[in-house]
Protein backbone atom coordinates (compact mmCIF):
# COMPACT_ATOMS: atom_id res chain seq x y z
CA UNK A 1 0.00 0.00 0.00
CA UNK A 2 1.58 3.55 -0.90
CA UNK A 3 2.43 5.46 1.97
CA UNK A 4 -0.43 8.51 1.93
CA UNK A 5 -3.12 5.51 2.32
CA UNK A 6 -0.99 4.06 5.47
CA UNK A 7 -1.05 7.82 6.19
CA UNK A 8 -4.40 8.56 5.69
CA UNK A 9 -5.29 5.73 7.68
CA UNK A 10 -2.65 6.67 10.62
CA UNK A 11 -4.89 9.57 10.59
CA UNK A 12 -8.26 7.75 10.66
CA UNK A 13 -6.93 5.18 13.05
CA UNK A 14 -5.84 7.99 15.61
CA UNK A 15 -9.21 10.41 15.56
CA UNK A 16 -11.43 7.21 16.15
CA UNK A 17 -9.86 6.73 19.20
CA UNK A 18 -10.58 9.87 20.56
CA UNK A 19 -7.69 11.86 19.41
CA UNK A 20 -7.61 15.08 18.46
CA UNK A 21 -4.68 16.16 16.09
CA UNK A 22 -2.05 18.54 16.45
CA UNK A 23 0.10 17.86 13.90
CA UNK A 24 -0.07 15.71 10.91
CA UNK A 25 2.79 15.64 8.06
CA UNK A 26 5.00 13.18 5.93
CA UNK A 27 6.75 11.76 8.02
CA UNK A 28 4.74 11.60 11.89
CA UNK A 29 1.28 12.58 13.41
CA UNK A 30 0.72 13.63 16.60
CA UNK A 31 -2.62 14.40 18.91
CA UNK A 32 -4.15 14.42 22.06
CA UNK A 33 -7.26 13.71 24.47
CA UNK A 34 -9.25 16.33 26.00
CA UNK A 35 -8.67 16.13 30.02
CA UNK A 36 -11.52 15.61 31.75
CA UNK A 37 -12.31 17.73 34.56
CA UNK A 38 -14.03 16.96 37.95
CA UNK A 39 -13.70 13.53 37.43
CA UNK A 40 -11.22 12.13 40.88
CA UNK A 41 -8.76 10.46 39.23
CA UNK A 42 -9.13 11.99 35.64
CA UNK A 43 -8.76 10.58 32.56
CA UNK A 44 -8.03 12.08 28.69
CA UNK A 45 -4.77 14.19 28.56
CA UNK A 46 -3.31 11.45 26.83
CA UNK A 47 -0.59 12.26 23.60
CA UNK A 48 -0.03 9.82 20.52
CA UNK A 49 2.89 9.89 18.06
CA UNK A 50 2.62 7.69 14.85
CA UNK A 51 6.13 7.64 13.22
CA UNK A 52 5.72 6.80 9.31
CA UNK A 53 9.12 5.46 7.37
CA UNK A 54 9.72 3.74 4.17
CA UNK A 55 10.94 0.31 5.00
CA UNK A 56 11.43 -2.23 1.62
CA UNK A 57 8.25 -1.92 -0.46
CA UNK A 58 6.35 -0.45 2.53
CA UNK A 59 5.96 1.68 5.43
CA UNK A 60 7.50 1.32 9.03
CA UNK A 61 5.11 2.61 11.58
CA UNK A 62 6.03 3.13 15.23
CA UNK A 63 3.69 4.21 17.88
CA UNK A 64 4.17 5.50 20.81
CA UNK A 65 1.64 6.72 23.54
CA UNK A 66 2.11 9.50 26.58
CA UNK A 67 0.48 10.47 29.39
CA UNK A 68 0.04 13.61 31.12
CA UNK A 69 1.28 14.38 34.48
CA UNK A 70 -2.29 15.38 35.64
CA UNK A 71 -4.78 12.71 36.11
CA UNK A 72 -2.40 9.34 35.76
CA UNK A 73 -4.72 6.58 37.58
CA UNK A 74 -7.32 7.70 34.95
CA UNK A 75 -5.80 7.75 31.73
CA UNK A 76 -4.38 4.47 29.71
CA UNK A 77 -1.87 3.82 27.25
CA UNK A 78 -3.96 4.31 23.57
CA UNK A 79 -0.97 3.02 21.38
CA UNK A 80 -2.39 -1.15 21.01
CA UNK A 81 -5.90 0.61 20.95
CA UNK A 82 -4.65 3.13 17.41
CA UNK A 83 -2.65 0.07 16.15
CA UNK A 84 -5.93 -2.25 16.44
CA UNK A 85 -7.66 0.48 14.24
CA UNK A 86 -4.74 0.90 11.83
CA UNK A 87 -4.57 -2.27 11.15
CA UNK A 88 -8.56 -2.57 10.38
CA UNK A 89 -8.32 0.62 8.39
CA UNK A 90 -5.64 -0.07 6.54
CA UNK A 91 -7.12 -3.29 5.40
CA UNK A 92 -10.53 -1.98 4.33
CA UNK A 93 -8.86 0.74 2.46
CA UNK A 94 -6.98 -2.46 0.29
CA UNK A 95 -10.57 -4.01 0.14
CA UNK A 96 -12.03 -1.25 -1.47
CA UNK A 97 -8.94 -0.60 -3.68
CA UNK A 98 -8.72 -4.17 -4.98
CA UNK A 99 -11.27 -4.08 -7.21
CA UNK A 100 -10.29 -1.20 -8.82
CA UNK A 101 -6.86 -2.46 -9.31
CA UNK A 102 -6.82 -3.47 -13.19
CA UNK A 103 -5.93 -7.32 -14.16
CA UNK A 104 -2.23 -7.19 -15.30
CA UNK A 105 -2.79 -8.09 -18.82
CA UNK A 106 -6.04 -6.75 -19.22
CA UNK A 107 -6.68 -2.96 -20.44
CA UNK A 108 -9.25 -0.95 -18.21
CA UNK A 109 -12.43 -0.15 -19.65
Do not use: K, Y
Not at 6 to 21: D, S, T
Amino acid sequence: MPESGVRLAAQEACVAAGFRLIRADEAAIEGRRAPLWGVPFGSGGEAIRVELERAGGGTEVLIVSELSFFGTLGQQHLDRRVAELLDRFVEENRSLESPLAPVPGEERR
